[in-house]
């Protein structure tokens, strides 16, 4: 009992009145309770859709941050890459718009990613942004122009470092001393870095972690990182991504990161999937964009299953995200603009996601996403509660007929939409309290 429900407690007893029992100020709740997470996530559970961006020198090469590094880059080639990246273009509050075009509600930067570039102006390691001629802390502009926006600033931080000395794995930079790698060192140069981006850039929406796979990190260092963020930002939400998971121990930080895959249904674990909008996560030439209905479907599984998508663009080397990149985002942000009500603010099911639907509800509407329609109609089970009526936001009309064990759901062929037929049932009762139903009668 917090020490203000106490002494409330103490004076009613005193004054021999009754007292009903006071919600704890979210202030008052420990930072890792499971209350004080559902205070922390409920924006970002609201926002259901977030861009990535992978961004770093490697865009002058084309290849995949970090990994190209001592690969399709010579290592010393990779690590002088920064001395030409002048990214003339670059314009935070072009990407921030273009985010809010899209529907996108948080953007994640890789603010360092595994070749440990770092895109802010970072006292504790000089090969850094400010030392590039570009010259401008790519953390400031951007947490700037996305509080402008009403965007939420996250960033990304790579737990290993294949360039630093002192990371037992890395390939530290060619000609540098060679030293005994230490770990203890590495990770307090770590939190020194953590500690600029937690305490120099306002409210951090969330911390992705990553890199947390390889030998030299563990489950009890993760653990001791998430109480270091939390002491510097007790709100912000942090992934899953602190360390490699423990048998018998608790899951690190408030959601999963399922990657390139739509996450399984899950009400009780948040879970986002971080998906690219193209093939690569940093910039290509000519990459394999994907097209329009998949990228709404990879949102409309998404949320079906009670998840977020956080989708991934990857600026080109002068500052700019290419316009087909651009283009495809404003296509969803379209489509959100005109049916977001049965993404944002909803929650899974109680349909869960199948081969031809996915639903989400909010009060007493659930919305059906028909993604494919079967031969003579949709035939679901039935869903234990009464439609009161119907609506089919992309147009047409829908016949509903409830049956014992079967809704029917059936839209003439020229009123489907080709994506995504929106069916909006509104039902006597909150679709959050039906218990999940699979969406396809058991083979
Ligand atoms: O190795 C990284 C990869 O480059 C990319 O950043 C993805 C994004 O989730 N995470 C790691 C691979 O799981």
């Known amino acids: 009992m917090s020490k203000r429900a106490l002494f409330t407690a103490i004076l009613a007893a005193a004054l021999n009145t009754t007292t009903t029992a006071q919600p704890t100020p979210p202030s008052e709740k420990p930072a890792g309770s499971p209350a004080k997470a559902a205070d922390r996530l409920a924006w970002w559970r609201e926002a259901r859709f977030g861009m990535f961006i992978h961004w770093?020198?490697?865009?002058?090469?084309?290849?995949?941050?970090?990994?190209?590094?001592?690969?399709?880059?010579?290592?010393?080639?990779?690590?002088?890459?920064?001395?030409?990246?002048?990214?003339?273009?670059?314009?935070?509050?072009?990407?921030?718009?273009?985010?809010?075009?899209?529907?996108?509600?948080?953007?994640?930067?890789?603010?360092?990613?595994?070749?440990?570039?770092?895109?802010?102006?970072?006292?504790?390691?000089?090969?850094?942004?400010?030392?590039?001629?570009?010259?401008?802390?790519?953390?400031?502009?951007?947490?700037?122009?996305?509080?402008?926006?009403?965007?939420?600033?996250?960033?990304?931080?790579?737990?290993?470092?294949?360039?630093?000395?002192?990371?037992?794995?890395?390939?530290?930079?060619?000609?540098?001393p060679k030293i005994k790698p230490d770990m203890d060192t590495y990770v307090a140069g770590m939190k020194g870095q953590l500690k600029e981006l937690l305490t120099n850039y306002g409210p951090i929406g969330l911390v992705w972690f990553d890199g947390q796979w390889e030998a030299p990190w563990s489950y009890e260092r993760g653990v001791d990182l998430e109480k270091f963020v939390r002491s510097l930002q007790p709100d912000t939400i942090i992934n899953d991504r602190l360390g490699p998971g423990k048998p018998g121990a608790p899951a690190l930080g408030d959601y999963a990161t399922p990657e390139q895959t739509i996450g399984g249904f899950n009400r009780d674990r948040p879970w986002e999937t971080c998906m690219t909008i193209c093939q690569q996560w940093a910039w290509k030439p000519d990459d394999n964009l994907k097209p329009l209905r998949e990228c709404l479907h990879a949102l409309v599984r998404c949320v079906g299953g009670d998840g977020n998508l956080l989708f991934n663009v990857g600026p080109m080397p002068d500052g700019r995200i290419e316009d087909r990149q651009a283009d495809r985002l404003r296509e969803m942000g379209a489509?959100?603009?005109?049916?977001?009500?049965?993404?944002?603010?909803?929650?899974?099911?109680?349909?869960?996601?199948?081969?031809?639907?996915?639903?989400?509800?909010?009060?007493?509407?659930?919305?059906?996403?028909?993604?494919?329609?079967?031969?003579?109609?949709?035939?679901?089970?039935?869903?234990?509660?009464?439609?009161?009526?119907?609506?089919?936001?992309?147009?047409?009309?829908?016949?509903?007929?409830?049956?014992?064990?079967?809704?029917?759901?059936?839209?003439?062929?020229?009123?489907?939409?080709?994506?995504?037929?929106?069916?909006?049932?509104?039902?006597?009762?909150?679709?959050?309290?039906?218990?999940?139903?699979?969406s396809e009668p058991a083979k």
């Not at 926006?149 to 360039?163: K, N, Q, V």
């Not at 079967?374 to 679901?380: C, T, V």
């Open 56 to 176: 770093g020198p490697v865009s002058l090469r084309g290849t995949e941050i970090g990994w190209s590094r001592g690969k399709e880059v010579p290592t010393a080639e990779y690590d002088a890459l920064y001395k030409q990246f002048s990214a003339e273009r670059f314009d935070a509050d072009r990407w921030v718009a273009l985010a809010k075009s899209a529907g996108m509600k948080y953007i994640v930067l890789t603010s360092k990613h595994h070749d440990g570039f770092c895109l802010w102006d970072s006292r504790r390691s000089d090969y850094n942004v400010m030392k590039s001629p570009l010259h401008r802390d790519i953390d400031r502009e951007l947490s700037d122009a996305c509080r402008r926006a009403g965007i939420r600033f996250c960033t990304y931080y790579s737990i290993l470092d294949w360039r630093d000395p002192n990371y037992p794995l890395g390939e530290a930079p060619g000609g540098g």
């Open 335 to 438: 489509w959100l603009e005109k049916y977001g009500e049965s993404v944002y603010a909803t929650r899974g099911g109680p349909y869960m996601p199948g081969a031809n639907l996915a639903s989400t509800t909010r009060g007493n509407a659930v919305y059906l996403h028909v993604l494919a329609w079967p031969e003579g109609g949709l035939r679901l089970p039935a869903l234990g509660a009464k439609v009161v009526k119907s609506a089919v936001l992309t147009g047409g009309k829908a016949s509903v007929t409830q049956g014992d064990d079967a809704l029917l759901i059936e839209v003439a062929p020229s009123e489907r939409d080709p994506i995504d037929t929106i069916i909006k049932l509104e039902l006597d009762r909150e679709g959050l309290a039906i218990a999940p139903i699979a």
